[in-house]
């Protein structure tokens, strides 16, 4: 059974989200609350957002059944795609609220992963080549002795690394400046790692005007200059 509505609805309510710690790190999920239901959101700009009520208008292109599976258990909820939302206040979530999304939920992204994964051919040829290939590149590294140092020493990148990094990482958004609007549709994974680094250069998301902007007195790397040639 599926549910579209015909057309976006312009609705008020309150978007719960929250924070969990999955195996591929933090991921976000919301509960809109409405007067027409409860809906459960899932949609790639909730990444942005921390944990909290949000109040609010919201615009609700798409509801529709959807069926999850988690561990050993599975079940059905009735999700909202939210086209556009204007955010009029924001709290911090509390535990009556926060008690709505108990029920275990799994990555968002896993469910991204597994629709665009291509099928691998099990067949005996391949699954011998790829044994093979495996046994041939597989490495045990070498655990050190109590009392020893690792061979393996954690390395802090360089400035130029760094600042290399986050140019490929903000894409055209680089040089950052004091406000940064991320692309809510960007691959999930990009939208976490983009929060994540934003948080470390001292950003803080404003969620009335969907855009992060800089703490102040919070200096931003300064790009290295282009060599001169004489």
């Known amino acids: 059974m599926t549910a579209t509505t015909q057309s976006p609805v312009i609705l008020p309510g ?3 989200i929250k924070t969990i ?3 591929n790190g933090a991921f976000n999920v919301g509960l809109l609350e409405t007067s027409i239901g409860s809906f459960s959101v899932k949609d790639r700009e909730l990444e ?3 944990a909290g009520v949000y109040q609010g208008q919201f615009v609700i292109g798409r509801i529709f059944m959807h069926a999850w599976t988690y561990g050993a258990n599975s079940g059905t909820e009735i999700r909202a795609r939210l086209d556009a939302m204007t955010i009029e206040t924001n709290d911090s979530l509390n535990p009556g609220d926060e008690q709505k999304l108990v029920p275990p939920v ?4 896993d469910e991204e992963v597994g629709v665009t994964e291509q099928p691998v051919s099990t ?3 391949t699954t011998s080549a790829v044994a093979e290939g495996n046994k041939a590149t597989s490495v045990t590294p070498a655990v050190p002795e109590r009392g020893k ?3 393996y020493p954690f390395t802090v990148p360089t400035p130029a690394e760094q600042e290399s990094g986050d140019q490929a990482l903000f894409s055209e958004l680089w040089p950052l400046g004091d406000i940064v609007r991320l692309d809510a549709t960007a691959p999930r994974q990009v939208l976490r790692q983009q929060k994540a680094r934003l948080s470390q250069l001292g ?3 404003n969620a009335q005007e969907q855009h992060f902007v800089k703490a102040d007195g919070v200096a931003l790397p300064e790009p290295e200059a282009e060599p001169v040639l004489h």
């Open 14 to 16: 309150k978007l719960v």
């Open 21 to 23: 710690n999955g195996r």
């Open 48 to 50: 942005q957002y921390s």
């Open 106 to 109: 799994h990555d968002p992204l």
């Open 123 to 125: 067949s005996p040829s």
């Open 149 to 151: 140092r690792s061979p």
């Open 203 to 205: 950003y803080g998301f």
